[in-house]
């Protein structure tokens, strides 16, 4: 493959082996359960995977090219199950990029170290049930009091938010400021006034917790408000927001690849009309266009991570990564059911399971119309 080095190589054959010895065999079981898998995380976490961002100084693995070893990491974990990767991505880069950035050194030692090592669980939140893709018109409101701030309101759909040890919320301090108002806090999940509303029930990544929160006079002291001293905190948090697209869009490619080759085996296997149904033109065509979808998809999405390896600037290409990605994956998905037949409707196939998690790609980190919102602007419109 086009972007692969000696590091790039080494990395996914690694995390691909420790995919089919761990993950894979217990994915369908975690989607049953919905449960979160504490123990695989805290696996992830000991190998080291969960450092893959990050500087060796910072206790990171010191890749060359993080970026797309990540990409690796997203769509290698993806391929068994999109609930634990997404996890997974949002532990390695969303709640831990401002930690690393701009965490003075109680936080290294508190959070941002033991969230490389798996000991502690990170969240990232912004949206609350009335402030979605228009997350700037949030309401959590974070108020200066003597040595901190306090925080009110609540949030929706946080990834990580009933077994998260700390989240990173992003809230507004003046709500006539909009985006230049919101700032980030860290809060500690033992701190009084903390509360899980309830977890949310999905037909999707059901293994990926998701979770409903309040908070209720949220004590946050001074040096956990994340910033780096100039302007709103999360307009400068929004490069990692933008980072984030290319690991969703590797998400999707991991489920699409999967569909792909778990479709490709069936219609090899299934006899009809005394041979196998992937002798019938009409179902070739169509596993050829799940592969040309899925190539395309892992080509721009490997082209955005090897642009942000290079310091580029990827605003465009990890919204077009996300949208091609998630909805090229989405249809190869929907196309494995397809050639499956009646069996790809039952809960003994995987092809249903990867069908449903192939919608999260496509909203998780925000909506394709958001995204064509952000490539509109980027070509001028
Ligand atoms: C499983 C899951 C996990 C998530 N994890 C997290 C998390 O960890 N932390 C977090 O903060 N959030 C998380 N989210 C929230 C996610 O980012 C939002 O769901 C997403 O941004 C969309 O917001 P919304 O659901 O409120 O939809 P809405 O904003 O209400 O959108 C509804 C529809 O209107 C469209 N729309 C809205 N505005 C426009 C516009 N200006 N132009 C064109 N169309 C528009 C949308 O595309 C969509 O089709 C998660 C969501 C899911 C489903």
């Known amino acids: 493959m086009m972007f ?37 995380f805290r696996e992830i976490g000991e190998l080291g995977y969960l450092g893959t961002m990050y500087p060796q100084e910072a206790g990171g693995s010191g890749l060359d090219n993080p970026y797309t070893c990540f990409t690796i990491l997203c769509e290698e974990l993806a391929r068994a199950s999109v609930g634990f990767a997404a996890g ?45 893709s228009d997350a700037a018109s949030l309401k959590t409101k974070a108020t200066k009091t003597e040595g901190g701030w306090l925080l009110n309101g609540g949030k929706v759909f946080t990834s990580n938010g009933t077994v998260a040890d700390f989240i990173t919320v992003v809230a507004t301090t003046d709500p006539a400021l909009k985006a230049k108002g919101l700032e980030l806090f860290l809060v500690d999940t033992t701190t009084t006034g903390f509360s899980v509303g309830r977890k949310l029930e999905k037909f999707s990544v059901n ?35 933008t980072v984030d697209r290319i690991f969703t869009a590797a998400l999707a490619v991991g489920v699409g690849r ?98 449903r998690d192939s919608y999260f790609p496509m909203v998780g980190g925000g909506t394709g119309d958001i995204m064509r919102l952000i490539v509109a602007r980027q070509i001028g419109l």
């Not at 996914?12 to 449960?35: F, S």
């Not at 001293?229 to 927001?241: K, R």
């Not at 040309?292 to 955005?304: D, F, N, P, S, V």
């Not at 998905?333 to 050639?339: D, G, K, L």
């Open 207 to 241: 293994c990926s917790d998701t979770a409903e929160l309040v908070f209720d006079n949220v004590f946050v002291p001074d040096n956990h408000r994340l910033n780096n001293g100039s302007g709103s905190s999360f307009l400068n948090a929004y490069q990692s927001l």
């Open 258 to 355: 999967a569909a792909y080759d778990a479709s490709l085996q069936y219609i090899q296997d299934r006899q009809q009309f005394g041979q196998a149904v992937g002798k019938f033109q009409a179902v070739q065509f169509r596993q050829v266009d799940m592969l040309a979808k899925l190539e395309t998809a892992r080509l721009y999405t490997y082209h955005a991570a090897q642009l942000a390896d290079q310091s580029k600037d990827i605003t465009r290409e990890a919204a077009l990564a996300k949208i091609i990605a998630a909805e090229n994956c989405h249809e190869v998905c929907h196309m494995a059911m397809q050639n499956y037949g009646g069996w790809g409707l039952m809960n003994e196939f995987p092809i249903q399971r990867f069908l």
């Open 4 to 40: 692969e080095t000696d590091e790039t190589r080494e990395y996914r054959h690694h995390i691909a082996r420790w995919v089919d010895e761990r993950l894979k065999p217990q994915a369908e079981a975690l989607d049953r359960t919905g449960e979160f898998a504490f123990e695989l």
């Open 88 to 132: 997974v991505c949002m532990q390695g880069s969303t709640a831990t990029h401002t930690l690393h950035a701009w965490g003075d050194a109680e936080i290294k030692k508190n959070y941002f170290l033991p969230a490389l090592r798996g000991e502690k669980i990170g969240a990232f939140a912004i949206t609350e049930p009335n402030a979605g």
